[in-house]
Each structure stands twice: as C-alpha cells, then as structure tokens.
C-alpha cells in the first residue's frame, strides 16, 4: 500500500512568489494534517482536515497561506506571496481517525521549501 | 547508554549499548503520547505509543516510561543499531483541543561504530 505522497519534494522559489505544495494521503483516511517543520524543531501543526471540513485552522497564518482540501482526499497548502521565514519543510500526515488508539499519523516525507 | 535531558539535544551511543531518550510533555492533560524517529529527508516514523492509564510499554527493542507525576516520557532503545540513528521527537495529544498533537523539539541519536 502506497504512504503518504507529496510533490514536489524540493522547491525553490524568490520571495513575493506563489507556491503551492500537494498531498495524496493513504487511502481511506479521513484525517488529514499539515504541518511546518523548522529546521531542527519537531513539526508545528497548520491545519486539521476532517473529511473536506477544516476543523482547526488557528495555527495558519490566513493573511497568505490557504489551504483546501475538495472531495476529502487530496489537499493542497499555498503560499501568497511567500516570505524569508516560510523557508521549511512542510509536512502532510493522515490517519484514520476513528479513535484515540487510531490517531497514528503516516507521514510523508515532505516538501523542502527555500525562499531567496 | 546514557540518559539526556531535553537541553541537551544529542545522544551518542556506541552500537550495541542500550539508549534512553527523555522527553518533558507541558500538558497534565495530555493523555496519550508516541514516539517518532525522523531520519534525514523523511517525515516522522511511528515508534511507539503510550496512555496515560499506563507507566510501561514494550515494543520490538524499544520500551516507553510514561512519569505522570513529574509529566516525563522516555524512550528506551535496547542493542542500539547504526540504523536507530535519527532524530526522536515525542509527541503529546492535547485532547482538550481536538485529536492535535504537540511535538517536542527532538534528540538526535549518533550511534558510534
């Protein structure tokens, strides 16, 4: 069975760009997270999918990064425009979600994301 | 091996040696835990998982110490192989706030020839 899949893997991109970043997450898992890895911290939470319905957005910064995720199952996350500081790598987890002992996230491995 | 609090973010252990990996969580709330190993270029890996209805819990060469009283997690790697090298991150479920898990700012794990 196929993990976590995300494209692209490495992006470098001049500050004030657009970048988008695509998730593909294990089939049949409902739940579905992003989240910002700085370099040498554990990954910070972005956003919370349920199905198509974002149910906890507080960490994301609205003023330029979106996200969706249409008929609950890929999941795009965008940047407009970007910033120095968003250099990182971004993260797309899912897990069934039907319980606490199913709360296992599969990681993807990530997309490296530079902004000069 | 040798046991590390989480201001020193490095453990180097020689192969064979057993390691243990510390983590202190924030939330007395908190009531369900997991390891992750996060080698270079990937995403976190599952390790291991604990409730906090538990103290002890034991995998293949690896064991989970949950203290709830002092609110610390610890990792136990038995016969440290050059493959256990990576970063560990525990993470903490904040069910207060919906299934999101807090992660902590990871050990890395140099395994010596």
């Known amino acids: 069975e196929a993990g976590v899949v995300q494209s692209p893997r490495y992006k470098i991109i001049e500050k004030k760009q657009p970048v988008a970043f695509w998730c593909n997450p294990i089939?049949?898992?409902?739940?579905l997270y992003w989240y910002r890895q700085n370099l040498g911290q554990g990954p910070e939470l972005l956003i919370r999918?349920?199905?198509?319905?974002?149910?906890?957005d507080s960490q994301l910064p609205k003023d330029r990064f979106s996200a969706e995720r249409l008929k609950g199952v890929d999941s795009t996350l965008k940047i407009q425009p970007a910033e120095l500081g968003d250099s990182a790598v971004y993260l797309c987890?899912?897990?069934?979600?039907?319980?606490?002992?199913?709360?296992?996230?599969?990681f993807g491995p990530g997309t490296r994301l530079t902004v000069l | 091996g040798e046991s590390v609090g989480l201001h020193l973010p490095t453990l180097s252990v020689q192969e064979g040696d057993n390691s243990i990996i510390n983590c202190a969580y924030s939330?007395?709330?908190?009531?369900?835990f997991i390891w992750y190993k996060q080698e270079s270029g990937k995403g976190p890996q599952f390790i291991i998982d604990?409730?906090?209805?538990?103290d002890k819990r034991q995998g293949q060469r690896v064991t989970v110490l949950l203290n709830k009283t002092v609110k610390h997690l610890s990792l136990q790697i038995a016969a440290t192989q050059p493959g256990d090298s990576a970063v560990y991150f525990c993470?903490?479920?904040?069910?207060?706030?919906?299934?999101?898990?807090?992660f902590g700012p990871g050990t890395r794990l140099s395994v010596l020839p």
């Open positions: 987890a899912s897990s069934s979600g039907q319980g606490l002992g199913d709360n296992e996230q599969f």
């Open positions: 089939s049949g898992h409902n739940t």
């Open positions: 999918y349920e199905n198509e319905e974002a149910v906890d």
């Open positions: 939330n007395s709330a908190s009531d369900y």
């Open positions: 604990i409730r906090s209805n538990m």
């Open positions: 993470a903490e479920l904040l069910s207060g706030y919906g299934q999101n898990f807090v």
